[in-house]
């Protein structure tokens, strides 16, 4: 029995509650509700356009929605500034990958440790010991995170010079660095080929079993979403349009209909 099946019955770790997003007049997201439970990988789809990325930017705190609430294990998020979402189990990589090009893989996944530390500026000029003995453990956690996506042979490497593939490993490393409880995917296949999209389905599957996480993938190859997620939501013009199992999803009516068009066009 999967995690995401255990975890029926039980309360919603993250809950997005009636969630609207308007822009000048124009309507992103229109009264988007649905529960994450502890253990699942999530599949968000939709067609260009149909609100996921809005979505998602409000579950890390980059948009602040026009009405609604999301809700993580049972409190409010929509208080926090963005570089405060980490502290409470959000972690999240980007379509576009955004990582600090100058710097080192290894300093790349640093800073998503230290998102997680209570150092400050002072205590570390001073290099008092509790800074050090953080300082260590943030170094093993960082050497254990790229022996788990095998980036140790790019360690030392300036990621800018790094292929688009191995870039956005180095993302997620960061990501799975702050230790999320809530792992948000935007569109990790893209730009991959077949094989690469095949062992990242099964790596997404591992880091939910291994480490223990929920995951949240926002993604257009409807092949890894259906092959690994336990339940997907379907967008489409700002709106949710089925929710339910993969097979359930991808058998709606609405979803073929948004997708392929109805017979009549």
């Not at 999301?70 to 405060?84: C, K, N, T, V, Y």
């Amino acid at each position: 029995m999967t995690q995401a099946q255990l975890a029926r019955g039980t309360s919603p770790l993250l809950a997005v509650r009636d969630v609207s997003v308007v822009f000048g007049g124009i309507v992103a997201l229109n009264g988007v509700s649905f529960d994450m439970h502890k253990g699942q990988i999530l599949g968000l789809i939709g067609p260009n356009g149909a609100g996921k990325t809005t979505l998602f930017n409000c579950l890390s705190r980059l948009y602040q929605p026009s009405s609604g609430d999301i809700l993580m294990e049972g409190a409010s998020i929509l208080s926090r500034p963005p570089h405060r979402i980490a502290e409470i189990g959000i972690g999240r990589t980007f379509q576009n990958v955004a990582l600090f090009p100058n710097l080192s893989v290894m300093d790349n996944v640093r800073v998503g440790a230290h998102s997680k530390t209570s150092s400050d500026i002072i205590s570390d000029s001073l290099r008092l010991a509790w800074v050090r003995r953080s300082e260590t453990d943030v170094n093993k956690k960082v050497q254990e995170i790229l022996a788990y996506l095998k980036l140790e042979d790019v360690a030392h490497t300036v990621v800018s010079g790094l292929p688009f593939g191995t870039q956005k490993r180095v993302e997620l490393a960061r990501a799975l660095a702050a230790d999320p409880k809530i792992l948000l995917l935007d569109e990790p296949a893209g730009g991959l080929n077949h094989e690469e999209v095949y062992v990242l389905g099964d790596l997404i599957r591992r880091i939910r079993d291994d480490r223990h996480m929920t995951v949240l993938l926002v993604e257009h190859h409807m092949g890894l979403v259906m092959s690994i997620a336990d339940h997907v939501v379907a967008l489409n013009f700002g709106k949710k349009l089925a929710e339910g199992t993969p097979a359930q999803v991808q058998a709606d009516p609405d979803v073929i209909k948004a997708y392929l068009g109805s017979k009549d066009q």
